[in-house]
């Protein structure tokens, strides 16, 4: 059984794939996509978005507090990117039947 994030094409410095099997722990490698369906779906162009994809994936829930210190180094607004990268995630993931992209208190989590 796999989650809906495979790999293909060459991995840039914020683009990561993730795999995970049944029973065994995620694996990262390459660049992320999404499928729905056996379809791929577009992801969002921004690297840091793709890179959230990857790092809920592996790592879920996580603290928005943690996930803008591992993206965003710089002291403008990284809650406000945050927030613009999950609304993007959720255009793309969630659907009416079924909400992927969870935000509950202070975390980050994706219901697959």
């Not at 049944?22 to 379809?39: E, H, I, M, S």
């Not at 992801?43 to 210190?69: G, M, N, Y």
């Amino acid at each position: 059984m796999t989650t809906c994030v495979v790999a293909t094409g060459s991995p840039s410095s914020a683009e990561v794939a993730v795999f995970r099997w049944f029973n065994d722990p995620p694996r990262v490698l390459g660049a992320v996509t999404a499928l729905k369906d056996g379809v791929e779906v577009p992801l969002p162009s921004s690297r840091k978005a793709r890179a959230l994809l990857a790092l809920l994936v592996v790592a879920s829930p996580v603290t928005r507090s943690r996930l803008c210190e591992l993206l965003w180094d710089v002291p403008n607004d990284p809650r406000g990117e945050l927030r613009w990268c999950l609304s993007k995630l959720r255009g793309v993931l969630d659907d009416q039947a079924r909400h992927r992209v969870r935000t509950e208190s202070d975390g980050v989590a994706l219901d697959l």
